[in-house]
């Protein structure tokens, strides 16, 4: 049972550009949680997914930030026009009831140059 | 809302000494409580959880932590830590109710002397 897949591990995009973040949850989890880990930060919450819908986003940056979890599919974490202040690692969890301890990805580190 | 402290940002001890790492929260009813251990590079591992019970919790890699109502903590501890455990530790604490999304703690930066 492989867990939680993010890809790409590294990304860097050039200011202006867009970057899109996947997260394959384990399986049998049906909600995805989005993190940023900023440097010498802790983790910050982003958006809580289940299947097609969005269950929580107040950690969302209201412009340029967007998420989706499709009937089918990873999750995405969709970043328009990424600035420098964007680069950060972005880790994905997926849990099977919502009421369970994580299982994390690996991250996405995202650099913006 | 909850809230977690981690007080020491950097944590050094020698190999085979104990260990214990600080958590306080706050939340106005039962939390859930976490820890999880980060290696370089890697996402976070589950090492043990708290929801309610034996407030004594065992956990992976001969971890344990103690939930303590009283002074709003959940130490974590090891009695002889190993050079492999070397690490970023973070504390979590989950709401009991709504929609339950972890808070995480800044993190402890565990380093092991040999």
């Known amino acids: 049972n492989a867990g939680v897949m993010q890809n790409p591990r590294h990304l860097v995009r050039r200011r202006g550009q867009e970057a899109r973040l996947r997260c394959s949850p384990m399986?049998?989890?049906?909600?995805v949680y989005w993190y940023r880990q900023l440097p010498e930060e802790g983790l910050k919450f982003m958006v809580y997914?289940?299947?097609?819908?969005?269950?929580?986003e107040s950690g969302m940056p209201k412009e340029r930030f967007s998420a989706e979890f499709p009937k089918e599919g990873p999750s995405i974490l969709r970043i328009q026009q990424v600035v420098r202040g964007d680069s950060a690692a972005y880790f994905c969890a997926s849990s099977p009831t919502g009421q369970d301890g994580y299982t994390f990805g690996s991250g996405t580190r995202l650099t913006v140059v | 809302a909850q809230s977690v402290t981690q007080p020491d940002i950097h944590i050094t001890v020698s190999e085979g000494a104990s260990l214990e790492l600080r958590c306080n929260y706050s939340?106005?009813?039962?939390?859930?409580l976490f820890w999880y251990v980060q290696s370089p590079g890697q996402g976070l591992q589950l090492l043990l959880k708290?929801?309610?019970?034996?407030?004594l919790v065992q956990g992976i890699k001969g971890f344990e932590a103690e939930f303590k109502r009283s002074q709003s903590s959940f130490n974590l501890r090891k009695p002889s830590v190993h050079w492999s455990d070397a690490a970023e530790y973070f504390c979590a604490v989950g709401a009991s109710g709504g929609s339950y999304i972890p808070t995480f703690g800044r993190g402890t930066s565990l380093i092991v002397h040999p």
């Open positions: 399986k049998g989890h049906s909600h």
């Open positions: 708290y929801f309610s019970g034996d407030t």
């Open positions: 939340y106005g009813a039962t939390p859930y």
């Open positions: 997914l289940q299947k097609e819908n969005i269950i929580d």
